[in-house]
């Protein structure tokens, strides 16, 4: 008599649902590092900008511009900068983001699963629609730009983002049992892949004793890949886009399997031990 009569919904309404706080949240990501969020992408677009004229002059001030692949010189610095942000602003997106002992985990609705998904597809939105932008630019208002194969070439930048996800949430889900540590080894994974994701050579012109110190990285793989297609002058005999994606599977089973762990053991204390 006394009891609330509880309608079940369908699973499309239920599917709906998800997706519109999946949007919310990805609009909420987006606007964290600034309330425009046309600035917010803007600020993006700049520190790309920063990043390729960097490493642009670097490459002439050190004389290694024979080193690169025949073409386009930029278009060779874009293609691996591209990629290894967008591997690094997904990682630090999804380990950065709402843990189990989070406000935000008090709202029926929302949960930890929401929560990584909206912060890892905010991460993908804001570098697709820079790298976008960036050689719209370049492609109008400085030189034509030739991409022998787009589309498979938009799929190693896809797998950079994947593999950033999954070492994101391995990450995340031992963050609250080793706070500390795990943001050491975030910082140092960070700055580690500066070199070692192979942005600034390629794998066909490092000596094997050398190959053996960076083919161990996914991200690595995925930008030799990526510039086997972009450019028609290279063909990369020594790096493989399907170990980044097995890669990726693994770590990100892995990385579920811990979050579901962790969650079970969520305690408000953490929030103070961070």
Not at 91 to 100: D, H, I, K, L, T
Not at 197 to 218: C, E, I, Q, R
Request: proline share 4%; hydrophobic share 55%.
């Amino acid at each position: 008599m006394f009891q609330t009569r509880m309608t079940r919904s369908s699973a499309m309404g239920s599917a709906l649902t998800i997706f519109e706080l999946v949007y919310h949240s990805v609009v909420r990501s987006i606007r964290k590092s600034h309330s425009n969020a046309f600035l917010a992408i803007g600020i993006n677009v700049l520190q790309a900008v920063i990043f390729v004229l960097a490493f642009y002059f670097m490459f002439v001030l050190l004389g290694l511009r024979g080193s690169a692949i025949r073409g386009d010189f930029l278009l060779y610095i874009m293609s691996g900068v591209f990629i290894f942000m967008t591997h690094t602003k997904a990682m630090s997106a999804v380990f950065g983001s709402e843990g189990p002992a989070s406000p935000m985990m008090q709202h029926a609705p929302m949960n930890t699963i929401i929560a990584i998904a909206s912060a890892a597809l905010g991460s993908l939105y804001i570098q697709i629609l820079s790298m976008a932008v960036i050689l719209f630019v370049y492609h109008v208002a400085f030189t034509p730009i030739t991409v022998e194969e787009p589309f498979a070439a938009f799929g190693m930048f896809m797998i950079g983002w994947f593999t950033g996800v999954a070492i994101g949430l391995v990450l995340l889900a031992v963050k609250p049992w080793f706070p500390q540590t795990v943001t050491i080894f975030n910082t140092i994974y960070q700055r580690a892949n500066m070199i070692a994701s192979g942005k600034m050579f390629v794998a066909n012109t490092l000596p094997g004793f050398m190959l053996a110190m960076f083919d161990w990285n996914p991200l690595f793989h995925c930008i030799d890949q990526a510039r086997g297609f972009i450019f028609i002058n290279y063909n990369p005999r020594y790096s493989d886009w399907h170990y980044a994606v097995w890669v990726g599977v693994v770590l990100v089973m892995i990385g579920l399997m811990g979050e579901f762990y962790t969650r079970r053991h969520a305690s408000l204390s953490w929030s103070a031990r961070r």
